[in-house]
Every structure is written in structure tokens, then in C-alpha cells.
């Protein structure tokens, strides 16, 4: 073989390993039911907060532990452990989507990403346009 089929083997080779390398990082969202199923694997979850179940968060007892109920789109309902402070806005946000693992006694989070409405919302409830939106008239 010439040098520069074999530089070309070793090319691809090492193209293949990255992109295996990059595939073992990706991950997809999951419901609830499917992260027991995967338990301790890392896993995104998209759920809602649910409002009915108190939020454990104590700030003066200790503010690295949040501890709240979440429920997923088909109903699956499970209790979300953070080791870091409560995020702002999570009693307003419509849905999180959290990153972590399932374990036997919940969710163990590293990630919350808050999905809040939009700021403009209640402006269009209530009647209230757009700022540089056109005006009938």
C-alpha cells in the first residue's frame, strides 16, 4: 500500500472515533417511567412543577438542597433532589426540563432549565399589545 492510502486508513479511523466519542456524550429526553428504567443513567427530563406538593427548601438549614415534585406529560410523577440552592421563578415557570439521574429514592439533578411563559402573556390577556405592534384604528 502506498503512504497515503494508509495516511487515509488512519484519517478515517480516527473520524470514526470521534464521532463515537461524541455520540456517547448525546443524550435524549425521557419520561419519567423510561428514567426508572434507565436508573443511574444521565437522562433529560421535561416535566412540570407540581404545585399541589411543597417545595423542601429551608435556605438558613441548608441552601445547597432543594427538593420538589415534578410530573411528566403521560402522568409519571417523581421527586426531584438537587444538591444546589431552589432556582428563582420555579413555582412560575410552565415547565423544567432537568439533567441527572434516576435513582431509587428520585431524581438526582445536576441541571434545571426553567421554560417560564412569556413576559408577554398576561399583556395579551388582558387586551394590551406589543410594543411596535401596529395599532387598528
Excluded: W
Excluded at 413555582?91 to 417560564?116: A, P, Q
Amino acid at each position: 500500500m502506498k503512504k497515503l492510502h494508509i495516511l487515509l486508513l488512519v484519517g478515517v479511523a480516527v473520524a470514526i472515533a470521534v464521532m463515537i466519542s461524541f455520540t456517547s456524550d448525546l443524550t435524549t429526553y425521557d419520561t419519567i417511567a423510561s428514567a426508572k428504567q434507565k436508573e443511574g443513567t444521565y437522562v433529560h427530563l421535561i416535566a412540570k412543577l407540581d404545585k399541589a406538593q411543597p417545595i423542601d427548601y429551608d435556605p438558613l438549614k441548608n441552601p445547597n438542597y432543594c427538593a420538589f415534585t415534578v410530573v411528566d406529560s403521560l402522568g409519571g410523577v417523581t421527586k426531584v433532589i438537587s444538591n444546589k440552592p431552589k432556582p428563582a421563578d420555579l413555582e412560575m415557570s410552565e415547565r423544567v426540563v432537568l439533567k441527572g439521574r434516576m435513582k431509587e429514592d428520585g431524581f438526582h439533578c445536576d441541571d434545571i432549565l426553567l421554560k417560564c411563559p412569556s413576559k408577554y402573556k398576561d399583556e395579551q390577556a388582558k387586551g394590551l399589545r406589543h410594543p411596535g405592534s401596529k395599532q387598528e384604528g
